[in-house]
């Protein structure tokens, strides 16, 4: 099936007030277990490639050309996202690559120069029919130079997307990246509060340090995006750890990487069910 504009889908999430699950691909059996997952549970998926990864592949193009092709390959709705670009000429990369959204990341920057960074963003984008994500409000745990206490203002969040056009706004209301346990308590009435001060689709970035009921009743509150990576990279893990102590004597990786991504594949597949329903659930498994 074709690539699906990322657009499509978080428009479609927004009229229905549900979610939409954006997991990270850190290698190719990422990829391919997160398609896997939104072709079983029957939901489409968003495959994210952040600016780390392409870093730790030496270079967008193997990876995105890697992703892409099993994207394009599934019977399942999927989109492809840049995640996390601080390099503004890796977003044009990646959307000269087809990529259907990609997000910029101005968040260390102060107000007045990421306005005019992601302007220039969101004007190649869009003259290329490419939806754009930025971020307001610096989000806890990256690298660890984001304070977890901070948060978005309703109305500097408003300002910046009449001044700069983004078409989906990552927020900052208590998750942090990188957490290994689900304990993070989300600020639901900030949720809220920019839900209706901004006329965007909303990201909840850091959702791995989240609970199933917190995201749940986030997306009541207006998160549309929920990104989800160290989470799914728990059991990806944990798989072949258990694996590899299983069978000490197995030497061939696909072995082992091949439970990692039927973990992962499993786990995706549950979370892109629970993020499309916005009835009252039951805790899952953690990491």
Known sequence: M????????????VARRT??????????????ALVAAAEDAALPVILQISQ?????????????????????GSQAHVAVHLDHAEDEELTRQAIDLGFGSVMFDGAALDYERNVEATVRVVE????????????????GGKDGAHAPGVRTDPEEARRFVDETGV?????????????????????????AR?????????????????????????????????NVSTHLNGFFTDAVRRY????????????????????????AARL???????????EGATP
């Open 52 to 72: 780390n990864c392409v870093a730790y592949h030496g270079g967008l193009e193997p990876i995105a050309l890697a992703t892409l092709a099993v994207a394009a």
């Open 244 to 267: 590899l102590s299983e069978h000490p004597e197995v030497v061939d990786s696909r072995r082992y990487v091949r439970e990692g991504r039927s973990a992962v594949a499993a786990e």
């Open 19 to 32: 979610g939409v699950g954006a997991f990270n691909v850190i290698h190719l059996e990422t990829a391919e």
């Open 272 to 282: 892109l069910t629970l993020f499309a329903v916005t009835e009252p659930v039951s």
């Open 194 to 226: 920019l839900h209706a001060a901004v006329p965007v689709p909303l990201v909840l970035h850091g959702s791995s340090g989240a609970s199933d009921e917190t995201i749940v009743s986030a997306i009541r509150s207006g998160i549309t995006k929920v």
């Open 124 to 139: 190649y984008a869009h003259a290329n029919d490419v939806f754009v994500e930025a971020e307001l409000g610096e989000i």
């Open 2 to 13: 074709p690539l699906v504009p990322t657009a499509d889908l978080l428009h479609a999430a």
């Open 167 to 191: 078409d989906a706004l990552a927020v900052a209301v208590g998750s942090s990246h990188a957490m290994t346990e689900r304990t993070a308590a989300l600020d639901l009435d900030l949720v």
